[in-house]
């Protein structure tokens, strides 16, 4: 079992550059989310999505979108990126939403500039 | 919505002593309080939780107490080792509130 995984690893983007974060589990869980890190910020979610199909804003929504076409994938869209985006994106995963254990990818560390 | 607050944001610790980190919360509702470690440059792995129904948790050498009055939570780390060093995040939701709310994180560091 990989668990979550997430690609890419590191990316450095232009503002206004559009990009696609993809993160696929193995563990046949219902619920994915997206996270961003930022210093002294914590973990705040972005989008989540309850099961194939459906997707939900989260804590910090604007500038990013998100697809859930297949159960295993979750991808995360930046239209046009600006430097406030620059951050450490986590995909995460759970089997029976937020009551229960979140599996996290490995991160992306995205630069924009 | 919820907010989760945990002080001291960072803790310095010999090795072999205790640490404790404690968390509040402000959703009466919350029920799930997970802690989340994350070593510098890994992802988040949780180390325990605790629910409602019960005061207090341990597994090994870690401990969560919970104070539902009080509304506050605490990660109880005893006989400390440098492998302890981390970041650590707690965390708090309600059932059927589709969000789970992480503190800011608390760097504790155990020094030889």
């Known amino acids: 079992n990989a668990g979550v995984t997430q690609t890419p690893k590191f990316r450095v983007l232009k503002t206004g550059q559009s990009m696609t974060l993809l993160c696929a589990q193995d563990?046949?869980?219902?619920?994915m989310y997206w996270y961003r890190q930022d210093p002294g910020m914590g973990l705040r979610l972005i989008h989540y999505s309850v099961g194939e199909g459906t997707t939900a804003k989260g804590e910090v929504p604007d500038g990013y979108n998100v697809s859930r076409l297949k159960k295993q994938n979750f991808l995360l869209g930046l239209e046009s990126a600006a430097p406030s985006q620059t951050s450490v994106y986590f995909c995460a995963s759970s089997w029976g939403g937020m009551n229960t254990e979140a599996f996290f990818g490995q991160g992306t560390r995205l630069t924009v500039v | 919505g919820e907010n989760v607050e945990q002080h001291p944001s960072t803790l310095s610790v010999q090795e072999g002593d205790s640490a404790v980190i404690k968390c509040t919360y402000s959703?009466?509702?919350?029920?799930?309080f997970p802690w989340y470690k994350q070593e510098l440059g890994k992802r988040p792995q949780l180390i325990i939780d605790i629910r409602s129904n019960v005061g207090e948790k341990k597994d090994q050498r870690i401990a969560v107490t919970l104070n539902k009055t009080a509304k506050h939570f605490s990660l109880h780390i005893t006989e400390t080792q440098p492998e302890d060093s981390a970041v650590y995040f707690c965390a708090a939701s309600s059932y059927g509130n589709n969000r789970l709310a992480f503190g800011k994180g608390n760097q504790v560091v155990v020094i030889p």
């Open positions: 563990m046949n869980h219902e619920y």
């Open positions: 959703d009466s509702a919350s029920n799930y």
